[in-house]
């Protein structure tokens, strides 16, 4: 098979392996786009091609991983994945919507080792067969369940793996994007938990809060704080964010932040709010 042929057929689900890898759009295009320049394989000599490239790349992002969590320690501020925007009215493939993990699950997944989220992702984003990822990391099919066990415990959470978007997740966005134009945050603070949290990125290059905002008081006050201080001046747009309707700030013809939101156990309140601003993170966003 050609190379652009192989690169088309097989670089949609490849990305969708390294990303949830990674956390990171552009260093997930970065991998798959490597691991293509630098496959020098007779592929007609593969049996299972898509089973033997999941095992490159998942491999290629565990390396890549072990060496990012020392860099990530002199990170400015709490870290945030990149998130994956589409526009709200554009129809997403139906593989890939399968697939994707909400942007609550992608944070809780940096609570893992790297090990443990390979293994995590494969068996719960993509459904793989134990003995399958046994396979790809080249370890027994005990050890990777041992490994898939000892995630499942230090998550310990009822948090859905793949975004739920209902008439909940869009009457939040339209509250929030309401309250940003009028200043009058009060209809979407009574949607807010008590224990609510607040967690936003700038990566030490943009204003944000350098650690979590705590409980309905504080975050409240925040954003009113922030919005009395032109914060949301330009255009508020509702978007789809990693599967679920969430929001995209346009200012001056650049994106300047995305709000996405994790729902508590019963879908109705809000648990935790994610403000992505470091511009590192925005740069792949299509403005409407």
């Known amino acids: ?19 949830r890898m990674l956390g990171s759009i552009t260093d997930a295009e970065d991998m798959v786009h490597d691991l293509f320049l630098q496959l020098k394989t007779d592929t007609n000599q593969i049996k299972d091609l898509k089973a033997y490239l999941a095992k490159v790349i998942t ?8 060496s990012a969590r020392k860099r990530r320690e002199l990170y400015t501020g709490p870290w945030l994945p990149e998130p994956q925007v589409h526009q709200a009215e554009q129809p997403l493939d139906k593989m890939l919507t399968d697939e994707t ?20 992702v494969l068996r719960e984003a993509f ?9 790809i990391l080249e370890k027994s099919e005990v050890n990777c369940r041992k490994i898939y066990s000892r995630a499942k415990k230090k998550l310990n959470t009822d948090l859905p793996v793949h975004p739920k978007n209902t008439r909940q997740v ?6 929030f994007i309401k309250a940003s134009v009028t200043g009058n945050f009060e209809e979407f603070i009574d949607l807010l938990t008590e ?5 936003s990125d700038g990566g030490g290059k943009v204003p944000a809060a350098l650690n979590p905002i705590v409980n309905k008081q504080r975050v409240s006050a925040f954003l009113k704080g922030v919005t009395a201080k032109g914060s949301f001046i330009g255009e508020v747009l509702p978007v789809i964010v990693n599967g679920q ?12 932040k995305v709000i996405c939101f994790e729902l508590d156990s019963q879908q109705k309140t809000i648990q935790r709010i994610f403000i992505i601003r470091n511009p590192d993170k925005l740069k792949h966003i299509p403005i409407p």
């Not at 909400?102 to 940096?110: E, H, P, W």
């Not at 459904?127 to 396979?135: C, M, P, Q, T």
């Not at 309707?245 to 300047?256: A, S």
């Open 195 to 199: 224990d609510v949290v607040l967690i």
């Open 101 to 120: 993990v909400s942007y609550a699950f992608l944070i809780l997944l940096d609570h893992l080792s790297p090990i443990e989220r390979a293994v995590f």
């Open 170 to 175: 869009d009457l939040i966005a339209e509250s």
């Open 59 to 66: 491999n290629r992002c565990l390396t890549f991983l072990n």
């Open 1 to 19: 098979m050609e190379l652009d042929t192989l690169y088309k057929t097989y670089q949609p689900y490849l990305f969708s392996i390294a990303y």
């Open 127 to 135: 459904s793989y067969e134990y003995r399958d990822i046994a396979e």
């Open 245 to 256: 309707k969430g929001i995209l700030q346009v200012k001056e013809g650049h994106p300047d």
